[in-house]
């Protein structure tokens, strides 16, 4: 069951400055992107599109594990363009009866919305366009599709490292976390500002030029955003190395940090 918007009247999609979902899109080979966009993804280094998609390969299995524990109930912000396998796609195929809501900013990613919306008819998906600097507004509308007496999943895959310290990118996530029940789970991908810090020294300068400021963090700054959590295995780990089930993702460098922490 599809009960989101998608026919709600959009904003303009700004096409002469670049947007980080558009980028992203762009990374991963989409085709919702504008010169602009790839403007600055050409000026990236190439390992930006392994992170790219290190970074997905990371949320499907991250997600397709919680929905094996059980858990049905997913809340995604920062979702981007739609690219399949999309997350409501991994965890009805366990759980058919899954709801799932995203959230984004990007007018574009309303635009297709209904890529989003394709649930199986025993689950829901909803779709609300919305800033994460904005928690209370995704909160209330979330409530509407999920139940948040039962356990819920936040999804915040490299969204964190485009909100600054001066935004609050802690209090943000500590916001949001507030609101979930025990058993609640949050999946978190950030990048990196200590793996390979002239990487990402470039990665950042290059967002800038495109207008887009970057707050890449050190490992003991995402570990922040889990605290009072409980980490499950393996931890807060690169984004290859974390996995809770065969196969394993391969081996290869990545300067992303993940992890997947449980509400007490």
Known sequence: ??????????????????????????LLGGKDNYPVDE???????PEAHDAARQNREFMHR????LASQGIDQFLDIGTGIPTEPNLHQVVQRIVPTA???????????????????VSRPEGATDYIQADVRRPEQIVEHAR?????????????????????????????VRELVRVLPPGSHLVLSHASSDLYP?????VVDEYAKGGIPLAFRTREEVAR???????VEPGLVTATEWAKSEPAPRSEDCGIYAGVARVP
């Open 1 to 26: 069951m599809a009960t989101g918007t998608p026919d709600l009247p959009s904003a303009p999609i700004d096409t002469s400055r670049a947007h980080p979902a558009r980028v992203y899109d762009w």
């Open 39 to 45: 403007a600055v993804g050409r000026k990236l280094p």
């Open 62 to 65: 991250a997600v397709a594990w």
């Open 99 to 117: 709801r799932v809501v995203y959230t984004d900013n990007d007018p574009i990613v309303l635009r297709h919305a209904e890529a989003l919306l």
């Open 144 to 172: 509407k599709v999920l139940d948040f007496s039962r356990p819920v999943v936040l999804s915040l895959i490299a969204l964190m490292h485009f909100i600054t310290d001066e935004q609050d990118a802690h209090g943000i």
């Open 198 to 202: 002239e990487l990402s020294q470039q």
């Open 225 to 231: 955003f889990f605290e009072g959590l409980e980490l």
